[in-house]
């Protein structure tokens, strides 16, 4: 899978908006490295010293010239007028966008080191991966995503380069920002404030699909839970439940309550474990819950000495959970 | 040399020094303990800002070693995140502020003819304050487990961030070995900078009116100024910090209600007049060094004045630029994106100027001048990379990635580095009376210029391929591996560089000739005396009538005051 998130090959209507006004900031820096390196280039070749006998006579003296003084520094001034008026625009077209009535509405809520992704109104909690919608170009179908910013230990920041620039996650504050996207496919991004010692591997995936598809998604998201199929993964469920699992996470529907790992309720449809720390499957779930502090150092979740046996029932209990 | 102000064939007698009977080695330690010259502090400034550097910069070896590779396990997580703390710290606050502050305390009052600063002592209590600051910091890593055994030196960035800092999320004393650090060496900062500005104010010899004064002494004294304003703030959210950790206050405490914002308010409005702090002395070094071999004057030195002054107002006012990510609204964004566009317009004036200097010139390639010219390209690169980090939007996606790590390292090593080595070749004579050796010293320009464009310049790609910094380790595949891996080879060529340096410094000081008085054949006062100067700088205190007083001397036929 292709993983490069270029903030020049941008996706998403912030994106873009930002992407044109860096393009004109690059020519214009680009067109001033090249006129000043040129100058500088010519007066150290042209006036460099030459031969012992050029050394006995000092070169006129000049000691400034107002006019030529007036020149550099009111072409300076002009460059800089011309950007502050594109820096001027794109903050506002970016930051006071208008969002229509039916625009999705998202909650991130930054941990140490993971995100919880909440839907208000669907009353849907997931971890690490934002699925929504993609946007029309057309104006009347937009359907642009807003995303609230909270945390809940540390200052994060939320950046997924194509869909849009940094917004940071604040604990005490609610931040926003929003996200328009126009194709379908997984986009990758990271949270961009140190934000202590796992601070790398936070890692976050916006994955958009179709409307349909994200209907779909929802309504997924929404069934309710499979009683577990196999003997082994109904022990499982009696193990999550006798052990301390249940204090630090969710399980819809059930008595696991706990608010301070990652919901668990749809665990399988992420692709993902430890917020990108590894590809989510059987082998790496069993590892995670041998020692979640092999794959991930320093990350929150203790070592729980899990017997052999347990591991393997939970991990098939958790494998059940889709 | 025709002039009247050292008389060549007139001996001072050796001025008895305590504890001359003792051991060389026990001498010099006593020397260096009790002095309160403000030359020796200079270079003692000097020499432990460069010993500093060394160890940090090793650190940073550390850190490309380890993001050579995706998926990398050379350096632990923990690890990792002391180092570039440590690295970005130290590199500030103990090896940029103590050269810069070296080489005031050693040029400006020989530029200004006076026979020492204005309170010898406190610039003597001004660098051991400094220098136990560093010893501190660097102690963290023996000292910082205390009684909670957790924790080794800092982790939590040179910004240090709240509530990262708080004691929930940053448990042991790594954290306060950070505040009382920076604490200690605000005060060796403050003390030094009010001795500069009454240094510059008060005990300039006869004639050297301020427009007369050499652009360096110039710089420093608005440099000193704006230490004098920005470090109070420092300071303050130091002690609101350990207040937090110890007394119970809520400043920074967002779970008690405090905010996490005010901290970063408090911090960039310290910390961007710090970058102009840092970067002010380079443009001192470099308006001294480029006329001299450009053979002219400084072109426009009023303009380079005002420049100066200008950047220094401006800059008190675009800390937030640091923020554009913390949802401030649209109006505050645009206000501090506009005031920091603004810092472009002086900062050209000043390029074209020395341009402008070097225009119709002969310019001699000595090594200060190369280091010179290599500065005016890089910091025109770190120049605008700064205007793009200045437009809010394009920030967005810059800030806190790769590319602010490539610039700032533009600006802190292309920048202000090259004008330190181009300084300290230009004064070494003056300072040890030997000449800088002029092969080594080319290598080490060669070599450290493709190491630093080497490991730098791909960090601006990796930036824009949405790398973050401060991140231990990254999974292949995302567009990262190549330019990390070209990134941590240029840091060989570094290294090779510096030993060039390092060698030449040693070298240039046993084998080298004799400098004399004035082997730059240059203008200011310090090269009126000889090298090295004695304890009281000048026999008798001379007296100016230009900007250029030795000019005058040798071209009594041209001289420079019938032209101001």
Redesign the interface.
Same mark, same amino acid.
């Given at each position: 899978m292709r993983q490069v998130s270029d903030m020049f090959e941008p996706l998403s209507r912030p994106a873009e908006m930002i992407h044109q006004s860096a393009l004109l900031v690059l020519l214009i820096t680009a067109g001033i490295f090249v006129v000043v390196t040129a100058m500088l280039v010519y007066v150290v070749w042209k006036f460099r010293h030459r031969g012992a006998e050029d050394k006995l006579q000092e070169p006129p003296q000049i000691y400034g010239s107002s006019h030529i003084e007036l020149a550099w520094t009111v072409i300076p001034i002009l460059i800089t007028f011309v950007l502050i008026l594109v820096t001027s625009r794109t903050i506002g077209e970016v930051q006071n966008a208008p969002m229509p009535k039916n625009a999705i509405q998202v909650k991130l809520i930054g941990h140490q080191w993971w995100w919880e992704v909440r839907y208000p109104e669907e009353g849907i909690v997931t971890a690490n991966e934002i699925h929504v919608p993609v946007s029309s170009r057309a104006v009347e179908r937009r359907l642009p995503t807003a995303i609230l910013l909270e945390s809940a230990d540390v200052i994060h920041s939320f950046w997924v380069p194509q869909l849009t620039g940094k917004t940071d996650l604040i604990p005490n504050r609610t931040n926003k920002t929003w996200i328009e996207p126009f194709a379908t496919g997984t986009f990758f991004g990271s949270c961009a404030a140190f934000c202590g010692l796992q601070h790398a591997n936070m890692l976050l995936r916006v994955i958009l699909h179709e409307p349909e598809d994200y209907q779909r998604w929802l309504a997924k998201m929404k069934a309710s839970a499979k009683a577990p199929a196999s003997p082994l993964a109904e022990q499982g469920r009696k193990d999550f439940f006798a052990n301390s699992c249940v204090n630090c996470h969710q399980i819809d529907g059930t008595i696991a309550k706990g608010g301070f790992g990652p919901n668990l309720t749809k665990l399988m449809t992420r692709q993902t474990l430890g917020a990108g720390v590894a590809p989510l499957n059987q082998k790496n779930l069993s590892e995670w819950l041998r020692d979640p502090q092999k794959l991930k150092v320093g990350c929150l979740m203790p070592d729980m000495k899990l017997q052999a046996s347990q591991i393997d029932s939970i991990t098939a209990y958790l494998m059940t959970l889709e | 040399m025709n002039t009247d102000i050292v008389d060549e064939n007139f001996q001072m007698p050796e001025p008895e020094r305590i504890g001359q009977e003792r051991g060389a080695l026990t001498r010099i330690a006593q020397e260096m303990v009790f002095t309160v010259d403000h030359k020796i502090l200079g270079l003692m400034y000097i020499a432990s800002g460069l010993i500093f550097f060394v160890v940090s910069g090793l650190m940073a070896v550390a850190i490309r070693v380890q993001l050579a590779v995706p998926g990398n396990h050379a350096v632990?997580?923990?690890v990792f995140?002391r180092l570039f703390t440590m690295h970005g710290t130290a590199m500030v606050f103990l090896v940029g502020m103590p050269i810069i502050f070296g080489f005031a305390n050693y040029l400006v009052p020989l530029m200004i003819g006076a026979r020492d600063m204005a309170f010898p002592r406190m610039n003597a209590f001004g660098f051991w304050v400094f220098f136990f600051s560093g010893v501190l910091l660097y102690f963290s890593y023996l000292g910082a487990p205390g009684l909670y055994a957790a924790g080794s030196a800092p982790?939590?960035?040179w910004f240090a961030?709240s509530?990262?800092t708080g004691r929930?999320?940053s448990r042991g004393h790594s954290t306060d070995y950070w505040t009382l650090s920076l604490l200690l060496g605000g005060i060796g900062s403050m003390a030094t900078s009010i001795n500069i500005i009454v240094t510059t104010v008060c005990m300039r010899c006869k004639g050297m009116t301020l427009g007369r004064m050499p652009l360096f002494v110039w710089l420093f004294l608005v440099v000193a100024l704006m230490v004098i304003i920005a470090l109070p703030p420092l300071s303050a959210c130091q002690i609101m910090l350990t207040l937090d950790r110890y007394c119970g206050a809520r400043f920074f405490d967002?779970?008690a209600?405090?905010?996490?914002?005010l901290w970063q308010h408090f911090f960039w409005i310290f910390g961007h007049p710090e970058v102009y702090i840092l970067i002010l002395p380079g443009f001192a070094i470099a308006s001294e060094v480029i006329p001299v071999f450009?053979?002219?004057?400084i072109?426009?030195?009023?303009?380079m004045v005002a420049a100066s002054v200008m950047i220094a107002f401006i800059s008190l006012g675009v800390w937030a630029h640091h923020m554009f %990510?913390?949802?401030m609204?649209?109006l505050g964004? %645009?206000f501090f994106?506009?005031s920091t566009?603004?810092v472009?317009?002086p900062t050209?004036?000043k390029?074209?100027?020395w341009?402008?200097t070097?225009?119709?010139?002969?310019?001699?390639?000595e090594l200060p001048m190369l280091f010179c010219?290599g500065f005016?390209?890089q910091f025109?690169?770190a120049g605008? %990379?700064g205007?793009?980090l200045?437009?809010?939007?394009?920030?967005?996606?810059l800030?806190?990635?790769y590319f602010v790590v490539a610039h700032f390292h533009y600006v802190l090593i292309g920048g202000l580095l090259y004008t330190i080595f181009a300084g300290i070749y230009y004064w070494y004579p003056k300072a040890l009376g030997k000449m800088p050796n002029w092969k080594l010293g080319l290598w080490h320009f060669i070599v450290f210029t493709i190491g630093f464009h080497v490991t730098f310049f791909p960090q601006h790609i990796s930036g824009?391929?949405?790398m973050?910094?401060?991140?231990?380790?990254?999974?292949a595949?995302?567009?990262w591996d190549l330019w990390n891996l070209i990134s941590s080879i240029g840091v060989i060529f570094q290294i090779v560089g510096i030993l060039f340096f390092v060698v030449n410094l040693i070298y240039s000081y046993i084998w080298e000739k004799d400098a004399g008085d004035d082997p730059w054949d240059a203008w200011s006062l310090e090269w009126a005396t000889t090298s090295p100067p004695p304890p009281y700088n000048f026999e008798t205190i001379p007296e100016v009538r230009s900007r250029r007083p030795l000019w005058d001397l040798k071209?009594p036929e041209?001289p420079?005051w019938k032209?101001?």
């Open positions: - | 632990p997580p923990d995140n982790d939590v960035g961030y509530p990262l929930a999320f967002t779970q209600g405090g905010s996490a914002v450009s053979r002219k004057p072109f426009g030195y009023p303009v %990510t913390v949802g609204s649209s964004n %645009t994106a506009i566009l603004l472009a317009i050209g004036i390029i074209f100027n341009i402008g070097m225009y119709g010139g002969k310019l001699r390639f010219i005016l390209f025109l690169i605008l %990379t205007v793009m200045a437009i809010a939007s394009f920030d967005w996606q800030n806190d990635s824009f391929l949405g973050p910094r401060r991140i231990y380790t990254y999974e595949g995302r567009g071209h041209d420079d032209f101001e």
